[in-house]
């Protein structure tokens, strides 16, 4: 009997996730078109096109920074995660750089308001204060497309101990 | 043939129980996430008319800043590319030009790839919520494109990233 209801309440929350994920309406995407019109004579075309065009951005990206990350010493298995904050309308993919370039993590897509897995470090790290690294935030729309939008990278100091 | 229905069922029940407990497991971890020194806002992304010279794409600004010791500003970086297109070989180079509104006279700066604005830190151990640009705030920022390189730009769907660099620096001056 138990089982039967556990197999209800999955098809059941399955079904809720899809038809989410399903009515996701997509958001306008930043990029220039260009029509097709190269071979008519560009000096007529100048009247028509606009000097001065203000368009309003579609929104803004929230990205939280740091000054300095507390790392677990000699365990590639560490107690931290990052977020992303749930006013964003895009994806984060976060990554961890080490000061010579050496990426020690990198998560997977994370949704607005939703916090990555914890950090596993692709080497562990001896105990020290290591300056100029990077946590690097990658963001893309929030759609099936998932296109690639402005980003951000942050110097951060790991005190690792 | 009643063993057999019961032991089949016994399996189901105990699997249903397994999964339950593998999904619960995944969720047992303690983790925690960091306290943000401060929150960088960037423009997501912006779409440029056809043939447009000026474009405002939002600014860029800091909040929710705290513990900035004394003497410490928020240094950002910006860097980009021209226009790019996947179908084309041609670009659109672009600059991007911050702007206050307080002093038109500023207007004609350019901020190129690899340049830099300044958040200065104030008394309070938070830094300002707009960039500083010679004693005057920066309230939006401008992509300029020269209208004869609209021209030499074949039809196709152009795109182009800004990236923001942000660290804690001490102040220059």
Same mark, same amino acid.
């Given at each position: 009997m138990?089982?039967l209801?556990?197999?209800?309440?999955?098809i059941?929350?399955s079904?809720?996730?899809?038809?989410h994920?399903?009515?996701?309406?997509?958001?306008?995407?930043?990029?220039?078109?260009?029509?097709?019109?190269?071979?008519?004579?560009?000096?007529s075309?100048?009247?028509d096109?606009?000097?001065n065009s203000v368009i309003n951005? $579609?929104?803004m990206i %929230?990205i939280?920074?740091y000054?300095?990350?507390?790392?677990?010493? @000699?365990n &590639?298995?560490?107690? *931290?995660?990052?977020?992303?904050?749930k006013?964003?309308?895009c994806?984060?993919?976060?990554?961890?750089?080490f000061?010579?370039?050496?990426?020690?993590?990198?998560?997977?897509?994370?949704k607005p308001g939703?916090?990555?897995?914890?950090?596993?470090?692709?080497?562990?790290l001896n105990a020290?204060?290591?300056?100029?690294?990077?946590l690097? $935030?990658e963001?893309? %729309?929030?759609?099936?497309?998932k296109?690639?939008?402005?980003g951000a @990278?942050? &110097?951060?100091t790991? *005190?690792?101990? | 043939?009643?063993?057999?229905?019961?032991?089949i069922?016994?399996?189901?029940?105990?699997l249903?129980?397994?999964?339950n407990?593998?999904?619960?497991g995944?969720?047992t971890l303690?983790t925690?996430?960091?306290?943000?020194?401060?929150?960088l806002?960037?423009?997501?992304?912006?779409e440029?008319?056809?043939?447009?010279c000026?474009?405002?794409?939002g600014n860029?600004?800091?909040?929710?800043s705290?513990?900035?010791?004394?003497?410490?500003?928020?240094?950002v970086?910006?860097?980009?590319?021209?226009?790019?297109?996947?179908?084309?070989n041609t670009t659109?180079?672009?600059?991007?030009n911050?702007r206050?509104?307080?002093?038109?006279n500023?207007?004609t700066?350019i901020?190129?790839?690899g340049d830099?604005?300044?958040?200065?830190?104030?008394?309070?151990?938070?830094?300002?919520?707009?960039a500083?640009l010679?004693?005057?705030?920066v309230?939006?920022l401008?992509?300029?494109?020269a209208?004869?390189d609209w021209?030499?730009?074949?039809?196709?769907?152009?795109?182009?990233?800004?990236?923001?660099?942000s660290?804690v620096?001490?102040s220059?001056?």
């Amino acid at each position: 009997m138990s089982a039967l209801i556990f197999l209800g309440i999955v098809i059941l929350f399955s079904f809720m996730v899809f038809f989410h994920s399903w009515t996701n309406s997509d958001e306008p995407k930043g990029q220039i078109t260009v029509p097709d019109t190269h071979g008519e004579n560009n000096e007529s075309n100048q009247d028509d096109i606009p000097q001065n065009s203000v368009i309003n951005s $579609y929104g803004m990206i %929230s990205i939280p920074g740091y000054e300095t990350l507390t790392l677990r010493s @000699e365990n &590639k298995k560490q107690k *931290i995660s990052f977020n992303n904050p749930k006013e964003n309308n895009c994806y984060f993919v976060i990554s961890l750089y080490f000061n010579d370039g050496t990426c020690l993590w990198k998560s997977d897509y994370i949704k607005p308001g939703a916090v990555s897995k914890s950090v596993v470090l692709s080497e562990a790290l001896n105990a020290g204060t290591y300056k100029d690294c990077i946590l690097k $935030y990658e963001c893309f %729309s929030h759609d099936a497309s998932k296109k690639q939008l402005n980003g951000a @990278e942050t &110097k951060v100091t790991l *005190i690792v101990k | 043939m009643k063993k057999l229905i019961a032991a089949i069922l016994t399996l189901i029940l105990i699997l249903s129980v397994s999964a339950n407990v593998l999904a619960d497991g995944t969720t047992t971890l303690t983790t925690t996430v960091p306290s943000a020194t401060y929150t960088l806002n960037i423009p997501a992304d912006q779409e440029i008319a056809f043939g447009a010279c000026e474009s405002d794409i939002g600014n860029v600004t800091v909040t929710d800043s705290a513990g900035f010791a004394k003497g410490k500003d928020l240094k950002v970086t910006i860097t980009y590319d021209a226009f790019s297109s996947d179908s084309v070989n041609t670009t659109i180079p672009y600059k991007i030009n911050p702007r206050s509104s307080e002093n038109l006279n500023l207007n004609t700066n350019i901020l190129y790839s690899g340049d830099h604005l300044i958040f200065r830190g104030i008394s309070n151990g938070a830094v300002a919520k707009k960039a500083e640009l010679e004693k005057y705030s920066v309230d939006y920022l401008n992509i300029k494109i020269a209208s004869e390189d609209w021209g030499k730009a074949l039809a196709g769907e152009y795109s182009s990233t800004i990236t923001f660099t942000s660290e804690v620096v001490s102040s220059e001056n």
